[in-house]
């Protein structure tokens, strides 16, 4: 049984299918990509995977467990971190306090959460702005935020949902430097992702569907190379 | 420790109070403020802290008083027991409320707990066999003196205050104002919602009962009129803590201080500003005025409140440096 599996995925909302049928493995310490064009069912996904709501069919079985339906609170705890692609900050509170917030998922003393907290900010580049209200940061500053937070959970799979989406080229290499440290810190990614550049650069295997339905999938040149993923991207001129 | 400074030099001020003060009058102003102080920081740490406002605070005051009025009128229990027991009896009327309606968002919770406080009104009045209805509940007072309830109050305003503000720099507070601020991100934290905003009720009505129960062995005589009042406790414990400050600790004590003493300053027609006028006077005008003014705490209340969000949105507390920074430049000596 692989590590992480979306066997069978269905959502229906209403007539509308969003996802239809999605099925895929993830391994152990890799950076998963799921791509496709706007509205092909990549957060839905997401959402379905990480307990904000129940798919309508289907299994995800992470680590021999299956947990589709579960609550969201409960899969956070079993080690599944994710972040928003529209970012959500705890906006009144500072991002040292984002992220006890989050570190408390994992201890109980004040001492340790901050100690916790403290590390996460240090890892992810954002102890100078740790004193700083989380609504008042800047977009990156925001997107990192995201993936602090959910670093603080712990989380061996780590859903990463657009995080390098309006970045400037800088922040960009940076983003995707701080992916790789998380893989290398021995936690499994699972990323979605707009931009072609960051996906293909940072990838072990990427999964890619439209109208929520797998096209493709392998490695990044592979995929890239897939006729149905260059008609999704760019019309059937091109494939 | 220079944190704590203000509030103990306020706590040595209110504990040392009595021996100066002998009036009844300022005495009996002093305890309404400090039961004030324990319903409107109980309303905070719900609505303020965690989001999920109430506009029922009546119902688990009211509990809290019924359980010490019953318990005396039932089983002769001295009515101290009912301050053991308020709390715990508003907290068993509170939490199926919070299982229905927390696992929801928006404003069920709300709306639900303006019905509870309207609906146990209604119980209490028609269940004449049990809780004497209109007829309300009347005991003698254990002390003559008001200074042994003055210290009671105290003792449970600082109980309550002190109680919130170690769980708000704790796991639980965090978890609140996370969920106050955002929901899905908190659970996608690993914070269980509907738990925690159970739990942040449970704290709320429970010190909101206790506040209930004491008013009961204070003022030795309720109706569901008096206890369950709409505005005299729902709305005037969101009012407390609006105008000192909403999801600050000490917000809700300036707000009972500001609030006990602008009531006050109505009901007596600006401490009898206005009828000495009139009688020195002899101008009709003045005594109509001051008739006048003592219906018009409401009003004064509206008037407060437009004030308070239009220059203060965070409350006293909470725009503190605005006030600060403000009065500065009015006055450059200071």
Known sequence: MAYFRVEKLVKKFGGLTAVNDVTFDVEKGEIFGLIGPNGSGKTTT??????????????????????????SHRICHLGV????????????????????????????????????????????GLSPVQEVLAKSLPIAGRKRLEIARAMATRPELLLLDETAAGLNPTELVEAIELIRKIREN?????????????????????????????????????????????????????? | MKKHLYPLILLAFLALLPLAVKSNYFLHLMILFLLWVVIG????????????????????FGVGAYTAGLLFQHLQLSPWWGMALGGVVAV???????AICFPLRGAYFALASLALGEGIRHITTIAEGFTGGMMGIMIMPTFTSKVPYYYIALGLAILSVASIQAIISSKPGYYFVSIREDQDAAASLG?????????????????TGMAGALYMNYMGFIDPHVVFSLHDYSVMAILVAIVGGVGTIYGPTVGAFIMVAFQELFRTGFFGL?????????????????????????????????????????????????????????????
């Open chain 2, 191 to 207: 914070i269980n919602t509907t738990l925690y905003k159970n739990i942040s009720l449970a704290i709320s009505a429970f010190w």
């Open chain 1, 81 to 124: 971190g994710r972040t928003f692609q529209v970012v959500k900050p705890l906006g009144r509170m500072t991002v040292l306090d984002n992220v006890i917030a989050a570190s408390f998922s994992r201890v109980n003393s004040m001492r340790e959460a901050r100690s916790t907290a403290l590390r996460t900010l240090e890892f992810c």
């Open chain 2, 41 to 60: 920081s109980s309303w905070n740490i719900l609505a303020g802290y965690t989001g999920q406002v109430s506009f029922g605070h009546a119902a688990f």
């Open chain 1, 46 to 71: 997401f959402n379905m995977i990480s307990g904000v709501y129940p798919p309508t069919s289907g299994r995800v079985v992470f680590r021999d467990r299956e947990i589709q339906g579960m609550k």
């Open chain 1, 186 to 239: 021995g936690t499994t990614v699972i990323i979605i992702e707009h931009i072609m550049h960051v996906i293909m650069t940072i990838s072990d295997r990427i999964h890619a569907i439209n109208f929520g339905q797998t096209i493709a999938e392998g490695t990044p040149k592979e995929v890239a190379a897939n006729p149905a993923v260059i008609e999704a991207y760019l019309g059937t001129d091109y494939a």
């Open chain 2, 92 to 98: 068993l009327i509170g939490l199926p409320f919070g």
């Open chain 2, 274 to 334: 206005f009828e000495y006028l009139g009688k020195a006077t002899g101008s009709p005008a003045f005594t109509t005025l001051s008739g006048a003014i003592h219906q018009a705490h409401v009003l004064g209340f509206g008037i407060l409140v437009i004030v308070v969000i239009l220059f203060l949105p965070n409350g006293v507390v909470g725009d503190w440096e605005k006030i600060k920074r403000n009065v500065f430049r009015i006055n450059p000596a200071g």
